[in-house]
């Protein structure tokens, strides 16, 4: 089984960290939306609905209504451009239309089945892991209940080309395949080392009672990969994030690996971009 994936199609996809409890709305209760956190009415709202306001200038969606809670926030370094303001508010409008629907189509094959509605919930809030002079990298902390056994977690990764005025895919900056190549070993290091600290054993990887999914390196290719700041001047590490699943079972959740720049990683940048990336001072 595979992580619900809700992220956009130039990007490679993955689950994320939070894993908050399931719940869903009340379909007797009043929609309730906040679209500006600056606005008082907007601030008012979403204290009544028992929803954390954002800080100034980020910007969010909500309601409560129709057995969906949903929440879409973002922050206020991607509500000053623009353009990616205007396709963020674009976008969760879409995820909002869409759950509603699915949430309404739910209660509908309830109703004609006899059996109880478990109400739906979507949210999603974008923070900011990078903002240099080149880019702004967006990842968002997500998750989604359609009334199964549990939710799960979601991830939205976004990258904005300052320069360019537009979003753009992790492989425009970096060479994928050669990066999984020269990373692969600190990769798979960390990987087992952050599975020992949640099993509290070491990682046996012929464990025959294990499966070979929860016990062997993962393709890093196929997870989530995106440029991250920690010193806040240049994109100075390769975050790659793993949904559950994918490297052990649900209980343990998603994993999220960061590797610091280095010469080895550096010269997997691509030219176009190499002036965005820097080493960490040792």
């Known amino acids: 089984m595979r992580?619900?994936?809700?992220?956009?199609?130039?990007?490679a996809l993955c689950g994320v960290i939070a894993l908050p409890a399931c719940s869903g709305g009340d379909s007797g209760e009043k929609d309730q939306t906040a679209t500006n956190a600056n606005h008082p009415a907007a601030a008012s709202n979403a204290a009544a609905a028992n929803v954390a306001v954002p800080g100034p200038g980020a910007q969010a969606i909500g309601s409560k209504a129709d057995g969906l809670e949903f929440g879409y926030k973002?922050?206020?370094?991607?509500?000053?451009?623009?353009?990616?303001?205007?396709?963020?508010?674009?976008?969760?409008?879409?995820?909002l239309a869409d759950a509603r629907a699915q949430a309404k189509s739910d209660q509908e094959e309830a109703k004609?089945?006899?059996?109880?509605?478990?109400?739906?919930?979507?949210?999603?809030?974008?923070?900011?892991?990078?903002?240099?002079?080149?880019?702004?990298?967006?990842?968002?902390?997500?998750?989604?209940?359609?009334?199964?056994a549990h939710g799960m977690p979601i991830a939205t990764a976004i990258l904005w080309d300052k320069s360019a005025k537009k979003r753009v895919a992790t492989a425009a900056?970096?060479?994928?395949?050669?990066?999984a190549t020269v990373a692969k070993a600190r990769f798979c290091k960390e990987l087992d080392a952050q599975r020992a600290e949640k099993r509290g054993e070491p990682?046996?990887?012929?464990?025959?009672?294990e499966l070979d999914d929860f016990v062997q390196?993962?393709?890093?290719?196929?997870?989530?990969?995106?440029?991250?700041?920690?010193?806040?001047?240049?994109?100075?590490?390769?975050?790659?994030?793993?949904?559950?699943?994918?490297?052990?079972?649900?209980?343990e959740g998603s994993y999220v690996i960061d590797l610091p720049m280095d010469a080895a990683l550096l010269a997997t940048v691509k030219p176009a971009w190499?002036?965005?990336?820097?080493a960490p001072a040792l």
């Open 74 to 95: 973002w922050p206020a370094e991607a509500a000053a451009i623009p353009e990616l303001n205007l396709w963020l508010r674009g976008n969760g409008d879409k995820l």
């Open 274 to 278: 190499k002036d965005a990336f820097v």
């Open 112 to 148: 004609k089945s006899d059996y109880p509605f478990n109400g739906h919930s979507y949210e999603e809030d974008f923070a900011t892991v990078a903002n240099t002079p080149r880019a702004l990298v967006l990842l968002s902390d997500g998750y989604v209940f359609t009334g199964g």
């Open 203 to 209: 990682v046996r990887h012929d464990d025959p009672n």
């Open 217 to 251: 390196c993962v393709d890093m290719t196929k997870q989530l990969i995106l440029p991250v700041s920690k010193a806040g001047k240049a994109l100075d590490t390769i975050r790659v994030s793993i949904g559950p699943y994918e490297a052990g079972p649900y209980a």
């Open 3 to 11: 992580p619900i994936r809700t992220i956009p199609l130039f990007l």
């Open 173 to 179: 900056l970096l060479d994928i395949p050669r990066l």
